[in-house]
């Protein structure tokens, strides 16, 4: 199976809390990231989180880990359109490893 | 900081052509790499190196050279152009010992 899955597709209202979902299969991955990609641009580093923690807010992201389950979940609070954008997974492995293996990302569609 | 720094924007080549793509950090990172984007795929490493001197093969390594002879630049070379290297490519930069990994805006590369 995929190293990184995430749903492909996710629309909310305006006004409402995004909650992007992502899996992953290393139990030895040390840093796990979230990106954002508007159409055209670049990757835009929004997030990481080391895989000793459980949970980073910063602002309206909050990040939660659940190492268990090897389950990644980013929350955005109160989503604007200008929050519209691909949403990119990726988890760095082990030790001496320093590649990101990405997700294909979750395209979040904002409705006014 | 003009952080990390992809040129050309857009390329179009004809098969057999060859070019370099540019990527430059101001950052003073050890790790740099290439990754090239498609459409249904995600992300997927060409060639990434942990230092000036040092370079070594990603996923997806055939029909690309790197070099790496400073630590600013990490230049991706495409000896003979093919159709199925039309992409979008990015250069990410970051250190050895630390979580955050930047990404340039990408070049699109268009060969006919």
């Known amino acids: 199976g995929e190293d990184v899955e995430q749903s492909l597709f996710l629309s909310v209202r305006e006004g409402d809390s995004s909650v992007i979902n992502c899996t992953y299969t290393?139990?030895?991955?040390?840093?796990l990231y979230w990106y954002k990609q508007e159409p055209g641009a670049g990757l835009q580093l929004l997030t990481y989180i080391f895989s000793n923690m459980d949970m980073k807010q910063d602002q309206r992201l909050t990040v939660l880990l659940n190492k268990k389950d090897k389950h990644l979940s980013l929350r955005i609070a109160d989503t604007q359109t200008g929050d519209s954008a691909i949403y990119f997974c990726a988890e760095s492995r082990g030790a001496g490893s320093y590649q990101l293996t990405f997700g294909k990302g979750t395209k979040l569609s904002v409705i006014p | 900081n003009a952080g990390v720094t992809q040129t050309p924007k857009f390329q179009v080549l004809k098969t057999g052509q060859s070019m370099t793509l540019q990527c430059a950090q101001d950052m003073n990172h050890e790790y740099m790499s290439w990754y090239r984007q498609d459409p249904g795929m995600g992300l997927r490493l060409i060639h990434y190196s942990v230092g000036a001197g040092i370079t070594d093969q990603g996923e997806v390594p055939n029909g690309y050279n790197v070099s790496r002879s400073t630590t600013e630049d990490f230049p991706l070379r495409l000896l003979s152009a093919a159709p199925s290297q039309t992409s979008v490519y990015f250069c990410?930069?970051?250190?050895?010992?630390?979580?955050?990994?930047?990404f340039g805006q990408g070049t699109r590369l268009t060969v006919v």
């Open positions: 990410a930069s970051r250190f050895l010992d630390r979580g955050e990994a930047f």
């Open positions: 290393d139990s030895s991955s040390t840093y």
